[in-house]
């Protein structure tokens, strides 16, 4: 039992690196890069909240290939690539709700948003809920 779920694990690692080797010539061929601009260094993501991610369009170049653009979770500069907060926006928006994931509460998350490229966030902190709210 306990065997299966390490070997499942692995697996699904193995499965993330293989994600994450594939999505990279993606990010190299692209030129897109939108600066995300919230949440910022001092921003609190209380779990369970809505929150917006909000990024600046401005530089965007006229004819963008990928328009359709994906928000990750990072910890410590590590990506949550099998859980990204929002996906099936377009990169365009410039700002996308999410919802903050039941994640161990820290002070070093940033929010990586892919569109044509990536662009992270400043490090920000995820708090948990007030207990009144459980
Ligand atoms: C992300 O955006 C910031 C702010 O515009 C910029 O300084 C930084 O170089 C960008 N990062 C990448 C990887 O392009
Ligand atoms: C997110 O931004 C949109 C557009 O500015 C706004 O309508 C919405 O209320 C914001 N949501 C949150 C949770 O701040
Ligand atoms: C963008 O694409 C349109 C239609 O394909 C074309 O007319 C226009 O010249 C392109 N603009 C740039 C900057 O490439
Ligand atoms: C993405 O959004 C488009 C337009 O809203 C929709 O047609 C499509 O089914 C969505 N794809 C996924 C994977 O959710």
Do not use: C
Request: no cysteine; hydrophobic share 45%; glycine share 6%.
């Amino acid at each position: 039992m306990f065997k299966s779920v390490m070997q499942l694990s692995v697996f699904s690692f193995v499965l993330s690196l293989l994600a994450f080797a594939y999505a990279l010539p993606l990010a190299v061929r692209d030129v897109f890069v939108p600066p995300v601009t919230s949440p910022d260094v001092g921003t609190v993501w209380t779990i369970g909240s809505q929150q917006n991610v909000t990024w600046d369009t401005s530089t965007a170049p006229q004819n963008i290939t990928n328009k359709v653009g994906q928000v990750i979770l990072a910890k410590g500069g590590k990506l949550d690539i099998n859980h990204p907060l929002a996906s099936n926006f377009s990169i365009l928006d410039g700002w996308v709700t999410v919802t903050v994931p039941n994640v161990q509460p820290d002070v070093d998350y940033t929010v990586v948003l892919f569109g044509d490229s990536g662009n992270d966030s400043g490090e920000f902190a995820i708090v948990p809920a007030p207990t009144s709210l459980l």
